[in-house]
């Protein structure tokens, strides 16, 4: 082998091509992502031109204002999260910036350091600035709010041209007042609202003479409510087209199963919270009038490690797992442990309806010819003990 | 066993399997799509390639010849760094300029699975490293402007991944 003289550079990282460093980049973290952003001017660039999408911005009033806000907005944050208080002013212009560009936004309209209970609803001049920013957020895909009913309703009205909305995610805190459902009324306006999910601490009214106007490109649903006025009917206005009914943290009693049941006939997912009224094979055998059920989870709420009751508990869980499997169109069932220990889910597996997956707090149970028994802990969670 | 030869930048003439060669996609392309006939003895000259890295590279061809087409991964997701084959991490195990010369070489030949385990590499050596560190072991200048570097240390506090 014959060798010419050479000289060769010395190669440098900092002078890869850029599609190399991305490379490199895909196999990190994000915190270390984040530190190369830090590490000279092009991997800083590059770092937010590869990943700059996926990365989510905190406001909020612990946020120190030193650092050059104003810089904001040539970064391509399309995700941010924002802790809005009165002292926030600062960055909330850079937020207006940023507006027309983003693709998710966080709000918590509270002093951060007073939680959910904060009754706090900002002044009007912050407002103003506010519903701007709502206004202008045209490429925005997600947003999530949690605030009081009054600046609630303000904020609904705020959204209705935001062509580009697919899931509102709601949080309404404590105030002194209640919420009209009759609010909502405007999400029909949403042409790309696909799902919508509403947690709220305080009543949410009946419309009184008010009409409730359906959305009806709404095809999924998550309620969290506190509140004792829950009705099926009244959300059945609103969202009449439901194929997805997340209810995990209302209070059932088997008539309100059976309303969601006659409700919603086109519901292909749907997750209940299990309490002792609805371990019976009766309510559940409401289910398999869905003609279209394909996934179904089914989160105990049983709030109980009375040993006697316990022992009921995995009778029932014997026979609704049997209801449960004569579903036809079911392909999935998910059975998980609410948050509270003691309750085990015991028996043997039916085996007639092998199309269906089955998992347990997560974990994927398969199902033998012979029946394969189970047991779980409720205690830890994420076990499934197969014997 | 049809071979092709090669030519590096300092000259030098590889005689080399034509399946080992293909390894490389840039080869491939030059004899499959623009038609360079490998029987005419002529070599194909790779004017970006060292002798002594085009020897190393052609180490690892010859080693992962065979190896099948590796599945797609998720784009999104940060990538394993802890699946380099234990052959892999002998064949790594040279100094950072040689490394470096491989990765260059190898994204010159569109070799890419041997990119994808040079990068697997250097990614493990920035993982929790301070951006104070990873500067001094690959000899990057700090070129931020006074102060910037401690705006943009703060500001990624406040920044987190979206997943959802």
Known sequence: METKEDK??????????NEILALIFQHLRFPDRLR???????WNELVFAFF?????????????????????????????????????????????????????????????ERGFLAKWNPPPSLMEQFLRILANLESLGTLFINT????????????????NLATLMVEIRIDDGSFALSSFNGLCRLPKLRAVSICSYVPLCAPGKDRLVPAPFVESLTLEQYSPCFSILNFYKLFPCLTKLDVRQVEMDPEELELVVVTWPALEVLVIGLNSSLLNTTALEMLQQLPKLRKLELQTQVYCT????????????????????QIPTLEELRLVHGPVA????????????????????????PRTNDGPSFKCDASKEGTAIMS | MSTIKLE??????????????????????????????????????????????????????????????????DADAAKRTDDICSWDEDFLKVDQRTLFDVMLAAN????????????????????????DQIRRTFNIENDFPPGEEDKIRLRNQFCEERSR
Not at chain 1, 10 to 16: A, T
Not at chain 1, 55 to 73: E, Y
Not at chain 2, 45 to 63: D, G
Not at chain 2, 116 to 131: F, P
Request: charge should be negative; proline fraction near 6%.
């Open chain 1, 8 to 17: 060769l550079t010395v190669p440098e990282l900092s002078d890869f091509p």
């Open chain 1, 36 to 42: 190369m952003s830090a590490v000279c001017r092009r």
């Open chain 1, 52 to 112: 700059g999408d996926r990365i989510m911005l905190h406001l909020s009033a612990s946020t120190d204002c030193s650092v050059p806000i104003g810089k904001l907005s040539d970064r391509s944050y399309r995700n941010v999260q924002v802790f809005w208080t009165e002292d926030s002013s600062g960055w909330m212009d850079a937020v207006e910036d940023l507006a027309p560009k983003l693709l998710s936004l966080d709000l918590y309209i509270m002093p951060e």
């Open chain 1, 148 to 163: 009081t009913p009054t600046t609630f309703g303000a904020v609904l009205e705020a959204i209705h041209d935001l062509t």
């Open chain 1, 306 to 325: 009375d040993e006697c009751i316990e022992f009921d508990f995995l009778q029932a869980s014997f026979y609704l797992l049997e209801t449960i499997f």
């Open chain 1, 342 to 365: 003691g309750i085990w889910w015991s028996g043997q597996i039916p085996t007639d309806a092998p199309s269906c997956r089955l998992y347990i707090n997560g974990i994927y149970v």
């Open chain 2, 8 to 73: 590096t930048s300092d000259g030098v003439k590889f005689t080399v399997k034509t399946q080992v060669a293909k390894c490389s996609g840039t080869i491939r392309t030059m004899l499959e799509d623009i038609g360079i006939n490998p029987q005419d003895g002529e070599a194909i000259p790779l004017s970006n390639v060292h002798s002594t890295i085009l020897q190393k590279i052609l180490v690892w061809a010859e080693h992962h010849v065979d190896d099948p087409e590796p599945p797609r991964e």
């Open chain 2, 108 to 131: 010159y030949l569109d070799m890419k699975q041997l990119i994808a385990v040079c990068c697997k590499t250097v990614a493990n050596m920035i993982k929790g490293k301070t951006a």
